[in-house]
């Protein structure tokens, strides 16, 4: 049986602290490499049938280089710190990060079915996205979107989540193809967690990701997680993400399918939807957002339920 859970260096390789790929056991479309880089250090990559996006998830400036494409994304001190500019490269090309100080870099991926153009997102024009409310607020960075980003198949955002909060939820899941209502696209969550500001230095950063399945398709996952731990999702209600008191929570997912259109709907599971009619009473925690404050930035809050980024 496959464990879905995959605790910090167990999928690691020589030159990833993280590595997982379309054709691992029962995995078919997304994969993900998470990078450690010194101060001028590379990772080179043949993208072959995948497409990437490139996320700096720790380290200011990070060189990318495809030809005929070459750019240097501004990154961020941690994920904590606001959005980031992220890359895309399309399949077929060869791929090199290069770090011009101390830096962690996701390589998020998905097998592509066309030719897309080479893109940046920067910062600024990263759609930040307030959620639900109460403990149920928590802050998505959309830069890898259908409606942000053209890509093949390849969606991708990260959400930050306070301590004390539970973000992914309702419960929701998107594994089947129902026209106007459902996508079929497997998951993968990569979690970092902090202290809280104050916290002592001897503290132990943690959250917790559950996965529940269908009578007919189950899944049982409650894992505790730290920086570093993955959770692959290939099917069934996934949520809540929960950042205990005193500890923030980050996650970044990548998704794809194998569905012919690019989009992004999903399910609630019908015993917890109900949590949603709740917030409109509710005020959002006053902690968010998450951001550095030595930069500036478009925040943004949009309320509507029938956005997919609402159950992460």
């Known amino acids: 049986m496959v464990s879905w859970h995959k605790p910090a260096g167990s999928i690691s390789s020589a030159d990833y602290d993280v590595v997982v790929s379309p054709g691992d056991p029962d995995w078919v479309h997304t994969g993900l490499r998470v990078a450690n880089l010194a101060a001028g250090e590379s ?3 043949e993208t072959g049938d995948q497409e990437f996006v490139i996320v700096p998830l720790a380290g200011r400036r990070v060189q990318v280089s495809s030809e005929p494409d070459e750019v240097e994304l501004v ?12 890359a895309y490269v399309p399949r077929g090309r060869t791929l090199t990060v290069t770090a011009s100080e101390p830096s962690r870099v996701a390589f998020c991926s998905a097998v592509a079915g066309s030719d897309q153009r080479f893109a940046v997102v920067t910062l600024d024009h990263v759609p930040v996205e307030l959620r639900g409310a109460g403990n149920a607020s928590r802050q998505v ?24 909060n539970w973000s992914s939820y309702p419960p929701h899941k998107h594994d089947e193809e129902r026209p106007g209502v459902e996508t079929e696209l497997e998951e993968i969550y990569y979690f970092e967690a902090r202290t809280e500001p104050g916290g002592p230095a001897s503290a132990q950063p943690h959250g917790y990701q559950a996965v529940h399945g269908t009578p007919e398709r189950p899944i049982d996952v409650d894992a505790r997680v730290v920086s570093g731990d993955v959770v692959l999702v290939p099917h069934g209600w996934h949520g809540p993400s929960m950042a205990p008191p005193g500890y923030d929570l980050y996650y970044l997912n990548v998704m794809a399918g194998p569905g012919p259109e690019r989009a992004w709907r999903i399910c609630d599971d ?21 951001r550095a404050h030595d930069r500036p930035r478009k925040d943004r809050t949009d309320d509507t339920t029938n956005d997919p980024e609402e159950a992460r």
């Open 43 to 45: 990772r080179t990559i």
């Open 75 to 86: 990154g961020r001190t941690d994920v904590f710190a606001g959005p980031t500019d992220v």
């Open 270 to 290: 019908p015993a917890h939807g109900w949590v949603r009619d709740t917030w409109p009473d509710q005020q959002l925690d006053p902690r968010l957002p998450f």
């Open 141 to 164: 960075h959309n830069f890898a979107t259908p409606a942000v980003l053209q890509a093949d198949s390849i969606i991708c955002c990260e959400v930050l989540t306070p301590g004390g």
